[in-house]
């Protein structure tokens, strides 16, 4: 069972950024597989982005020229650098790890 705990989320105004942090209780190297999440109000959780054991990084395609995923093993910390964020990018954030773990989420408020 894999703890993940997410934080860097907060307030900002369209055009501005974020680092999502994600400190995991096991080594990402050992993971195989993380990612980041999004739920907008009234809509269904969808995929932001991943990373696997081995290095490689998907993105949702729309999200790919303004988020970035990366990994530091070394800390256990999974990162999500978003810029340029706009109002629908305003949603609850996770961390997920496999095998079904999930962090509790944070709030990403974009707002003028």
């Known amino acids: 069972q894999v703890q993940l705990v997410e934080s860097g989320g907060g307030l900002v105004q369209p055009g501005g950024s974020l680092r999502l942090s994600c400190v995991a209780s096991e080594s990402i190297l050992r993971t195989h597989f993380m990612g980041w999440y999004r739920q907008a109000p009234g809509k269904q959780r969808e995929f932001v982005a991943s990373?696997?054991?081995?290095?490689?990084?998907n993105h949702k395609d729309s999200l790919k020229d303004r988020f970035t995923i990366s990994a530091d093993d070394s800390k256990k910390t999974l990162y999500l650098q978003m810029n340029n964020l706009q109002p629908e990018d305003t949603a609850v954030y996770y961390c997920?790890?496999?095998?079904?773990?999930w962090g509790q989420g944070i709030q990403v408020t974009v707002s003028s």
């Open positions: 990373v696997t054991s081995f290095g490689s990084t």
């Open positions: 997920y790890a496999n095998r079904n773990n």
